[in-house]
């Protein structure tokens, strides 16, 4: 028995026709059109809840859309933070680029095998951050920090804004001289994105 609220199939497969919110919640965008307040997909594809932006748009199955799976790794930008948890805008998976813009979730549990604080010290909205996601639990992207490949590969100084730079267990702004803390990737400001 499918438990699953009809109006949340994020990731799922949906049939043109296919009802898949209200304007209330979710603000149509492209594969969707509106009838009556109600958003319903216009073609064969993946549907794409994002909770961040509040959007809804389907993927085409023939373009090979890539949408996030459990256990891929994925790169984003930090959004939203509160002290047990941020949200990620994830835009590239594996090493694909996204055309849209998927969102998912670090909780502080998830961070490292060790105990964390707080998210502070773990990233900070507008960091780039390489997290692989372990669960898409009603259809949210729920993302884990937990391997010395995953974390941020680049942190940005809260104060001045300039990319921050690893010094021992921390991280030192060669601009203002602030220090901050951040759980990075091992090959922090390596990467290409
Ligand atoms: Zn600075």
Redesign the pocket.
Known sequence: MNLKSPEHKSGHLVLPGERLGVIEEFIPDSGTYVKDGVIYSKLVGRALMDLLSKRVSVYPLISGATVPKVTSTVVGQVGNAQSDNVLVRIFKIDSKRLSGVFTGILHISDVQERYVKSMNDVCKPGDIIRTKVISDKNQIYHLSTKDKSLGVVYAF?S??S?LLEPKRNEML?P??G?VERRKIALDYGKVDV
């Open positions: 100084c104060r001045c300039n702004c601009k203002c602030n």
